[in-house]
Antibody
Framework: EVQLVQSGPEVKKPGESLRISCQGA????????IGWVRQMPGKGLEWMGM????????EYNPSFQGQVTISADTSISTAYLHWSGLRASDTATYFC???????????WGQGTPVTASS | DIQLTQSPSFLSASVGDRVTITCRAS??????LAWYQQKPGRAPTLLIY???KLQGGVPSRFSGSGSGTQFTLTITGLQPEDFGTYSC?????????FGQGTKVDIK
């Protein structure tokens, strides 16, 4: 069964760097786009961007471009979301999800809660 | 960006009811629309893609319709396990966008 397994909860201080991960299993990781979605506490879903691991093509939401970096390592079937300097407003749960042939998210990771607080 | 507006934002219905949620796009998106269900503390799950295609394993009481700018998700015969928040997503243009969500409560 297709699975996306995300790294665990993170608590950081504003200004610190952070990288969270999303490892795919039971499918060909390189042949699918992987997307990232933010959900702030009590709020809706926000599409951040996605990466096609085989050639590192990336589509960013302009609202997030420059704030985060999306990357992937096909050798370990893992996608990453990186912040060079967290802000308190980055406190949220972040989901990764696989994009299917219709362009929608058919499999989701369990979510990684990130708290940025002094 | 393509804006998606869902209505209502909240609804409360009884088991067995027929429930309809609407998603309106700010411009035409053909049939490039998906619906997701999300329960508290859990990741969303895909219900409907391409506006009306049922994702495998999803009960047939869920159905989707529409094209262009107006879409609906219908639950025919609401079940207790159908509580949660339902969100639409367009995959016609970049950036992809979601509706604000519709919270469904079981009376």
């Amino acid at each position: 069964e297709v699975q996306l397994v995300q790294s665990g909860p993170e608590v950081k201080k504003p200004g610190e760097s952070l990288r969270i991960s999303c490892q795919g299993a039971a499918y060909y990781f390189s042949t699918h786009w992987i997307g990232w979605v933010r959900q702030m506490p009590g709020k809706g879903l926000e599409w951040m961007g996605m990466i096609y691991a085989s050639d590192s093509s990336i589509e960013y939401n302009p609202s997030f471009q420059g704030q985060v970096t999306i990357s992937a390592d096909t050798s370990i079937s893992t996608a990453y979301l990186h912040w060079s300097g967290l802000r308190a407003s980055d406190t949220a749960t972040y989901f990764c999800a696989r994009v299917n042939a219709y362009g929608v998210f058919d499999y989701w990771g369990q979510g990684t809660p990130v708290t940025a607080s002094s | 960006d393509i804006q998606l507006t869902q209505s209502p934002s909240f609804l409360s219905a009884s088991v067995g009811d027929r429930v309809t949620i609407t998603c309106r796009a700010s411009q035409g998106i053909s049939s490039y629309l998906a619906w997701y269900q999300q329960k508290p503390g859990r990741a969303p799950t895909l219900l409907i893609y391409a506006a009306s295609k049922l994702q495998g394993g999803v009960p047939s009481r869920f159905s989707g319709s529409g094209s262009g700018t107006q879409f609906t998700l219908t639950i025919t015969g609401l079940q207790p396990e159908d509580f949660g928040t339902y969100s639409c997503q367009q995959v016609y243009g970049y950036p992809r966008t979601f509706g604000q969500g519709t919270k469904v409560d079981i009376k």
